[in-house]
């Protein structure tokens, strides 16, 4: 592939740098056309174009345009349906409008209002292709929108490299449990840090600590929560770390969770699974896939902390189911969500549309 590839989204976004550089590692030329200040650690190599001004938005419709025809790509992608995929519904049919849909682009936002509905319709519906990140919220957007013939399913994976088993062993004994997510309302951390409290007050869970690491909008009141439970000794906050220290931070944990009220993939819950980390994740919407409806780790009902208490005990006290768990779980990773293997799906659609 000699041309340039270009992606529009956000300079925040985890995502967007993984795709780039993923890219770059395999000999690609990529630009990024952002309207926020980029702060992730991306590729040296990557070509950003950050644009900003009083009326950015508008004025960065022109200043894309300007962009596609310096660089003469035939094809454009944009990450999530909001800003960015709205930017690609204002591009001429001269090029192929790609568009990622990240999950609460299309799950949360649209239910704000008919008008974001609305936008979030049109932003689809101008799309030449739509890559939906599960077969979950590929049906989401059927159901809710109306049926769309051009999508493709193309997970977010994990690298490999970065996120392996090689040090991870699963242990006879539960010591700790975790999560890394950002600390907001539709990841349920709440129900975790309450299904947590009744679990130690069941017997023999009392040397159990629960370690949370992220932030975000929801952290100050789950510290009030955590107090209200008496729960300072055993439940630890932690802030927010670069991705490239994930995999360190999973190999401590003996049981990962993802309590989530909504979810479109699940790439924490990947993330774990792809270390071997037994998981524990709620039955809603692409987390079923990641689990394989429970054979590559264990499902208990949405918003729900006693079914989440439930399925934490009987893991902890099966070191035979934790360990099953952890060896389907990496078969599963490397069979679906390696990166590897999602870079070239994604470099087959590129071929066809450049």
Known sequence: MSDNILFIGSGKSYHVEKWTRKLLDEGHKVTLFTIHKPVRQFHRKLEVV??????????SVFRLRALIACLGVKVVYAHSAGKYGALLSFLPHTVARILFVYGSDVYIRPKASIFHKYIVYFVLRRADLILSSSNAMKLHINDYFGFF????????GVDAAVFNSSRYR??????????VKKLEYVYGIDLLIEAFYRLTQLGGNQDLILEIVGDGSQKKKLEVLVRELSLENKVFFRAAILNSEVPSILEDLDIFVVPSRSESFGVAAVEALSVGVPTIAANVGGLPEVLEHGRAGKLCDVESSESLCDAMSIMIDDYGLRKSFSEAGLVHVRQNYDLNINYKQFLGVHNEYS
């Open 149 to 156: 013939p051009r999508m493709l399913v193309i997970p977010f």
């Open 170 to 179: 699963v242990s006879r004994r539960v010591r700790k449990i975790g999560i």
């Open 50 to 59: 950050h644009h900003e001004s009083r009326v950015h938005y508008l004025a």
